[in-house]
């Protein structure tokens, strides 16, 4: 598609080996980047698409010394996703505070440390890099069972639009926001096909998103398309909850058709 060519461009996917990150590694590749596929451990297979092979690094993205070796160790970056994350169900009265200060780490303090440490790479290039921060619903509404997650995901957004300000015009910085996305491990989430059918049924577009559509998300956001787009908060949960007073109050019921 015009404007979105990445031939040329080298891109750093951190935990870009499975899940969503395998969604973005594999359309940054489709889109015609060369990929760095970063995790902590090396998987059985690299992503691949129209005939390549994404490069892997080991790498804990929370190690500053390991980070910046990484970084002065590139050729070029022209393109970051912050992708590495997550979190189990956890109440944040349950647990021990270091389980919580690692998830914190690893979806905030993370992102930061990557962003610092490419950030000379990025703003080499003619015309600007670009910063995705993957962002999530948690952090932009409450997430019971995820507090540590929604809290840092919260200050992920943040951090983007205050590096989008910092960086300027060299180097644009913006955050896709997920809500529910199908993956290998969705079934911890939301259980079985049915109830992950349930869960899907919620969401105004019936269903849970894909990996390989953050994907093009991203490249979108990577791309010369979205050259005027910085400090943006793409918002990609399939129009969001429908909201519960709706089903609770005794008047103005809508057709459920």
């Known amino acids: 598609m015009p404007g979105h060519d990445l031939s040329g461009r080298?891109?750093?996917?951190?935990?870009?080996?499975?899940?969503?990150g395998l969604?973005?590694?594999?359309?940054?590749?489709?889109?015609?980047?060369?990929?760095?596929?970063?995790?902590?451990?090396?998987?059985?297979?690299?992503?691949?698409?129209g005939g390549r092979t994404a490069r892997f690094?080991?790498?804990?993205?929370?190690?500053?010394?390991?980070?910046?070796?990484?970084?002065?160790?590139?050729?070029?970056a022209d393109i970051l996703v912050n992708n590495?994350?997550?979190?189990?169900?956890?109440?944040?009265?349950?647990?021990?505070a270091r389980t919580h200060t690692k998830i914190v780490e690893l979806n905030l303090i993370g992102p930061l440390i990557m962003s610092r440490a490419l950030y000379p790479?990025?703003?080499?290039?003619?015309?600007?890099g670009s910063v995705i921060m993957i962002g999530s619903v948690s952090g932009i509404r409450p997430s019971p069972g995820s507090a540590a997650y929604g809290a840092a995901k919260a200050g992920l957004q943040s951090l983007a639009t205050s590096l989008a300000v910092e960086w300027a015009p060299h180097v644009r910085v913006n955050t896709l926001t997920l809500g529910m996305?199908?993956?290998e491990q969705a079934h911890l989430h939301y259980g079985d096909e049915e109830g992950i059918a349930a869960v899907g049924a919620t969401v105004p577009l019936g269903r849970l998103a894909d990996p390989s559509e953050v994907g093009t998300a991203c490249v979108f956001l990577a791309s010369d398309a979205a050259a005027y787009i910085t400090g943006a908060n793409l918002v990609m949960h399939g129009?969001?909850?429908r909201p519960a007073f709706l089903d609770?109050?005794?008047v103005n019921k809508e057709d459920p058709q």
């Open 10 to 20: 080298t891109a750093v996917v951190t935990g870009g080996v499975r899940g969503v």
């Open 181 to 183: 996305v199908r993956t």
């Open 121 to 128: 790479r990025l703003r080499e290039r003619p015309g600007g």
């Open 23 to 49: 969604g973005i590694s594999r359309a940054l590749l489709g889109a015609g980047a060369e990929v760095i596929a970063v995790a902590r451990r090396e998987p059985p297979a690299l992503p691949e698409a």
């Open 248 to 250: 609770a109050a005794t």
């Open 84 to 96: 590495a994350g997550g979190t189990p169900f956890l109440r944040l009265a349950d647990g021990d």
């Open 239 to 241: 129009g969001g909850e």
């Open 57 to 76: 690094a080991s790498l804990d993205v929370r190690d500053a010394a390991a980070v910046q070796r990484f970084a002065d160790g590139l050729d070029r």
